[in-house]
Nanobody
Framework: QVQLVESGGGLVQAGGSLRLSCAAS????????MGWFRQAPGKEREFVAA????????YYADSVKGRFTISRDNAKNTLYLQMNNLKPEDTAVYYC???????????????WGQGTQVSVSS
């Protein structure tokens, strides 16, 4: 089992940047494929980005492609999401998630953090 804690959210103006972090504890971090999701008020949670266990592969939702970068540091047991050129529609609670597997996944995650709020003003 793995425990996840997100940090780095906040309020930023449109066009600005934020970097989210997700600290993992418990089982070996490198055993897990990781992902970021978000949930805006009144909307369902949606997939944002995923990274494979081996660090070699990433996958993004079309809405963030070219603006967001997912990365992981297995030595520090930490997942990151660099968010650039933020837009008001990026406003949401962002969650990191983990699942056992060696591929890229847009769903089926078993472990979730508590979320961190990102607010983008126009």
């Amino acid at each position: 089992q793995v425990q996840l804690v997100e940090s780095g959210g906040g309020l930023v103006q449109a066009g600005g940047s934020l970097r989210l972090s997700c600290a993992a504890s418990g089982r070996t971090f490198s055993d897990y494929a990781m992902g970021w999701f978000r949930q805006a008020p009144g909307k369902e949670r949606e997939f944002v980005a995923a990274i494979s266990w081996s660090i070699g592969s990433t996958y993004y939702a079309d809405s963030v492609k070219g603006r967001f970068t997912i990365s992981r540091d297995n030595a520090k047991n930490t997942l990151y999401l660099q968010m650039n050129n933020l837009k008001p529609e990026d406003t949401a609670v962002y969650y990191c998630a983990a699942r056992v597997g060696r591929s890229l996944y847009t769903g089926g995650y078993a472990y979730w953090g508590q979320g961190t709020q990102v607010s983008v003003s126009s």
